[in-house]
């Protein structure tokens, strides 16, 4: 049985980007030379280990097996090499990150690079996608999410509070006029949400602390799956829309936007870091965390010369 490290690499590649061009593109390769390995390493093996498509290329019953146990293989052998060479005090090896589209865009990539420029021993790769992924399964280091974390087996470190705000363009407020109360809300459109269930109903501050949250169910003539696209339909004058001050920041200051004077606020978001539980917690994620950590502080830095207050550092 002979097989090299490269092919089942690319084979791993292969079947996370669900086609051979895709993981060409991901690992800077000619589509022919990962063909090959697959190839090579079908061969070595004994089998097919991929079923080919025009659209799409899905592992076979015994591909999936050999994935999912040469992932955490390879996966071992990594932590175990860069465990051995960070001995000598540099921080190397891989780190892949996962993060939400608009936030790594307007925020953490600059961060990210930063930390990457003073270690350039590492090799650095991030993932921009909104849904949520499987740190463990898909073989991340650390994920950034705006929610509230659920999942035991993760360990997560609160980086900051992400506020979010009501917000419409001059021109809307001008022709159609702004609510002043969550009474008022469902009469007017909003950018609907598609990138999560139930996005259609705002949740905003209880009338108690520590009660629930107040529910309003609203109507959405466009509907978007990326928050920068939201922010620009209500630019355009399209609706209302709730979304993160990272995303909206900017508009703000600017006048693009303008915030809906409502007698409540919306229901705050917690950015979190999350990496799996592990014995032995490599040096260059605990660095990682912690840089990370040190350029998210409350109040966040893309609201900090906003007009409006920051939210309590409380919400957890």
Known sequence: M?????????FLQVVDSGSISAAARRLNLSKSVVSKRITDLEAGLGGGLLQRSTRRVLP?????????RGRSILRQLDEAAAEVAENDGDLRGALRVAAPMS???LYLGPVLFDFAGRHPRLALALDLDDRMVDLVGEGYDVAIRITRPRDSALIARRLA??????????SYAATVGLPRSLTELPQHEAIGYAGAPSAWLWQFAPFAAGGPPRTVAMRSRVTVNNGEAARDAAIAGLGLAVLPTFI???ALRDGRLIPVPLDAEPVADVIHALY??????SRRVRALVDHLAAGCTDPAPWERDLSFAPVERGVS
């Open 2 to 10: 002979r097989y090299r490290l490269d092919d089942i690499a690319t």
């Open 60 to 68: 076979t019953e015994r591909g999936l097996v050999f994935y999912e």
């Open 103 to 105: 936030f790594g865009t």
């Open 161 to 170: 509070a992400s506020r979010r705000i009501v917000c419409a363009s001059p």
């Open 248 to 250: 909206v920041a900017d």
């Open 276 to 281: 799996p539980q592990t014995r032995h917690l």
